[in-house]
T-cell receptor
Framework: EPEVTQTPSHQVTQMGQEVILRCVPISNHLYFYWYRQILGQKVEFLVSFYNNEISEKSEIFDDQFSVERPDGSNFTLKIRSTKLEDSAMYFC??????????FGPGTRLTVT | GDSVTQMEGPVTLSEEAFLTINCTYTATGYPSLFWYVQYPGEGLQLLLKATKADDKGSNKGFEATYRKETTSFHLEKGSVQVSDSAVYFCALSASNDYKLSFGAGTTVTVRA
């Protein structure tokens, strides 16, 4: 069964450093998403991406964040200058039509 | 804005007990409703969904019915197993939107 994959599974970085989280969505899917879950809190929407552009973003997704689909398979989330409060589990998701989203296993980001 | 409220956990049950997790929502229009499950150490998996009023989603013995009159989408299973121990998330996507809004999650532990 096709699945969404994410790398790395755990990333530790120092405050102020740039990180790139990588995702490989399901191959025939057209919509891509990033969510995050701070420990003990709700899963929160960050951004959606369709047709090579951002279709929607939340207030959390400020200028420090960017997304890219550099080739036909990868979908990346970049945080330019990490803060302590960026520590969270980051989930990538993809869907064919937008309604039924399939999630990856997540990347745990720890900012020290 | 759109939001989902789930019953607080944790919930601890014995094997073969009946499970109900309450979920109510606030949304304009006709949202789609979902239940996702997160097993220990894994990502979010779509458990079931319903896209219009009175629809019943079902999967792996779990069921939930979209009740517009009570704005609810309660999850039920008649006889739980130890393998059902997980965190369960209720979520919605608005009728004109694809991003998911999640509830806080309910941790369910099933004892043998």
């Amino acid at each position: 069964e096709p699945e969404v994959t994410q790398t790395p599974s755990h990333q530790v970085t120092q405050m102020g450093q740039e990180v790139i989280l990588r995702c490989v969505p399901i191959s025939n899917h057209l919509y891509f998403y990033w969510y995050r879950q701070i420990l003990g809190q709700k899963v929160e929407f960050l951004v959606s991406f369709y047709n090579n552009e951002i279709s929607e973003k939340s207030e959390i997704f400020d200028d420090q964040f960017s997304v890219e689909r550099p080739d036909g398979s990868n979908f990346t989330l970049k945080i330019r200058s990490t803060k302590l409060e960026d520590s969270a589990m980051y989930f990538c998701a993809s869907s064919f039509r937008g309604n039924e989203q399939y999630f990856g296993p997540g990347t745990r980001l720890t900012v020290t | 804005g759109d939001s989902v409220t789930q019953m607080e956990g944790p919930v601890t049950l014995s094997e073969e007990a009946f499970l109900t997790i309450n979920c109510t929502y606030t949304a304009t229009g006709y949202p789609s409703l979902f239940w996702y499950v997160q097993y220990p150490g894994e990502g979010l998996q779509l458990l079931l969904k319903a896209t219009k009023a009175d629809d019943k989603g079902s999967n792996k013995g779990f069921e939930a019915t979209y009740r517009k009159e009570t704005t609810s989408f309660h999850l039920e299973k008649g006889s739980v197993q130890v393998s059902d121990s997980a965190v369960y998330f209720c979520a919605l996507s608005a009728s004109n939107d694809y991003k998911l809004s999640f509830g806080a999650g309910t941790t369910v532990t099933v004892r043998a």
